[in-house]
């Protein structure tokens, strides 16, 4: 179906195709009024003839507005078997629905056939997390220091990594908010929705020492913020996007180094380690297990390439 693509846009590009008059004028509007850049308008011109070519030899028709809804679904039918991107679907769609409304602004056409054509659902990404063996290495082989930035930068990438908060999650917490008594700490997630999260022992002496030194510094109260700046401010989240990065990228080479990759890599590494769905959903504070499902596509693809890497067969 590729190579049917691929010898569907040569005859595209090398056959020379006039455009209709209702067409010409479309991308002529798109010039003038719209003042849409050159390179924009030949990607409009080529995604209409495209459409233009497949309706003149599927149905005999010579212009795109005389075709109707079933004609534009077969289309999309058409690209798809050809294995185009989503994305490069919906584009064409979004350049046909600016078509047909030109015609209907200019009483060419008395209903728009797009209207009961769908976009196409765009894939989904799967979570991008860092694997476990790298994180172990970052908090173990990692000097962070005794001193008040070394322990609050450690305690930041601690509570991301075992509790999964939320970059504004950790941001909102307050002393008060945390009991190293019962070992746990109450989050207020969206929606100010508040969940208890269970603390490891050893977050918890790694918060002990920090709230020894930021006293020594700044003093507090129980109602003060947890994270302060180098200069005794609330944390703001460039602040901790920059941390992260720094931290991150001593242990890995990808692109994404942001709070909400602990945030996954949390999740993922529960759920392998055997993690029931549902505790997962109430521990990352999902409003449905539906937002926690996408884990599982993580461990299945795991599972996957240790399958290729192992089977014989493979």
């Not at 233009?52 to 999309?76: N, Q, V």
Request: glycine share 8%; aromatic share 12%.
């Amino acid at each position: 179906m590729l190579i049917f693509w691929h010898i569907f846009n040569a005859r595209v590009s090398s056959f020379y195709f006039h455009m209709g008059q209702y067409s010409d004028k479309f991308l002529e509007y798109l010039g003038s009024v719209r003042r849409y850049s050159g390179h924009t308008i030949t990607a409009y011109r080529n995604d209409l003839q495209q459409f233009e070519l497949f309706l003149k030899e599927y149905y005999g028709l010579e212009s795109p507005h005389e075709s109707d809804t079933a004609m534009i679904r077969s289309w999309l039918a058409h690209l798809s078997r050809s294995g185009i991107a989503r994305s490069s679907l919906n584009r064409k769609l979004s350049v046909l629905s600016s078509y047909f409304r030109f015609l209907l602004k200019n009483s060419v056409l008395k209903h728009n056939p797009m209207l009961k054509v769908s976009s196409v659902k765009k894939e989904g990404r799967l979570p991008v997390f860092i694997d476990e063996s790298k994180l172990g290495s970052l908090f173990e082989d990692t000097a962070f220091g005794d001193d008040f930035p070394g322990l609050r930068d450690l305690l930041m990438l601690e509570l991301f990594y075992t509790t999964g908060i939320r970059l504004s999650e950790l941001i909102g917490l307050k002393h008060s908010d945390i009991d190293t008594g019962s070992m746990q700490m109450k989050v207020s997630g969206k929606g100010n929705k508040q969940r208890i999260i269970p603390l490891l022992e050893g977050v918890g002496d790694t918060y002990r020492r920090y709230c020894e030194q930021k006293r020594k510094m700044f003093g507090g109260k129980e109602t003060d913020p947890v994270f302060m700046t180098d200069k005794g401010k609330k944390l703001y989240p460039l602040f901790v996007y920059r941390k992260v990065g720094h931290y991150l990228g001593l242990v890995t080479t990808r692109s994404r180094k942001s709070p909400h990759v602990l945030r996954h890599s949390f999740a993922t590494h529960m759920l392998e380690r055997g993690a029931e769905l549902n505790a997962i959903k109430e521990l990352l504070g999902h409003a449905s297990l539906s937002a926690t499902q996408i884990y599982t596509h993580n461990t299945a693809e795991k599972i996957k390439n240790v399958y290729k890497q192992a089977h014989p067969r493979a």
